[in-house]
């Protein structure tokens, strides 16, 4: 059974306030703060240059206005692209952040956090290792620690390895019959599961082994206090004030 210290909170803005404005940008993370929420989550990968930044898909397409491969593109490049436009014009100049502009907000709004290392196809071991390089670096002792999340394996081990101090949060889309296997190898405090996949007996199970319980992505209000009656500890949302008035901090 793990020894959990993480205090977790039942409501992350899923990738800042993603139903109101653009995923993955400091835009997002004000909004998530503004409609209340303590925690967010985002995506970090690396540029082709190895600087960490924040994205989610594996190509800039929907999220910027340009096209491509987010791998192939230095930060510099990247940088110049327009990453909220595409959201409303009110967003026009937002930026994909580096991984410190993020890191710099979140301690300035005392914003906890949940960091999902997402890497590009192929870079999964680099963006681990250059991440949480940073993050060592950068995000202040003294402040609260963040949850480090993947659905990557090799990336949860390298955490397990290089920043053991750091709680890891097992990420699953499916509900794999190993979980516990998955999970007790990586030393997780959390395990993170997709809303489709959550029936009462799961959440039970992962609860009576002693972990954490997140789940994503709920944005319905009725479903995220289901969720919660069945002892699930926290709801990833694109609507944190709708869900926080749902089922409270
Ligand atoms: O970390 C929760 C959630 O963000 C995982 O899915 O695809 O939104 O990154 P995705
Ligand atoms: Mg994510």
Redesign the pocket.
């Known amino acids: 059974m793990p020894k959990r210290t993480l205090s977790l909170p039942r409501v992350i803005g899923?990738?800042g306030a993603a139903e109101a404005a653009p995923e993955n940008t400091l835009a997002s993370f004000r909004e998530a703060k503004r409609q209340g929420a303590a925690w967010v989550?985002f995506?970090a990968k690396l540029s082709a240059d190895n600087r960490a930044f924040l994205l989610?898909d594996d190509n800039i397409d929907r999220t910027s206005n340009a096209a491509g491969a987010a791998r192939a593109l230095t930060y510099d490049e990247l940088r110049v692209l327009d990453a909220g436009s595409w959201r409303g014009p009110q967003f026009a100049g937002e930026k994909m952040p580096l991984l410190a502009e993020a890191l710099a907000l979140f301690a300035q709004e005392d914003l906890q956090f949940?960091l999902?290392l997402?890497p590009c196809p192929g870079r999964a071991r680099d963006t681990a290792k250059i991440v949480l390089d940073e993050l060592a670096h950068l995000w202040p002792a003294a402040k609260p620690k963040p949850l480090i999340?993947s659905?990557v394996l090799e990336c949860l081990e390298i955490a397990r390895d290089q920043a053991p101090e750091l709680p890891r949060g097992l990420?699953l889309e499916d509900h794999p019959v190993n979980w516990l296997d998955l999970a007790q190898n990586l030393k997780a405090d959390t395990v993170?599961i997709w809303d489709q996949a959550a029936t009462p007996e799961w959440v039970a199970e992962i609860k009576a082994e002693g972990y954490g319980l997140l789940v994503?992505?709920v944005n319905d209000a009725a479903r995220a206090r289901q969720l919660i009656d069945w002892g699930v500890d926290g709801i990833?949302t694109d609507a944190p004030a709708r869900i926080l008035a749902a089922v409270g901090q």
């Open positions: 899923h990738r989550e995506d989610h949940n999902e997402k999340s659905f990420l993170n994503y992505t990833f």
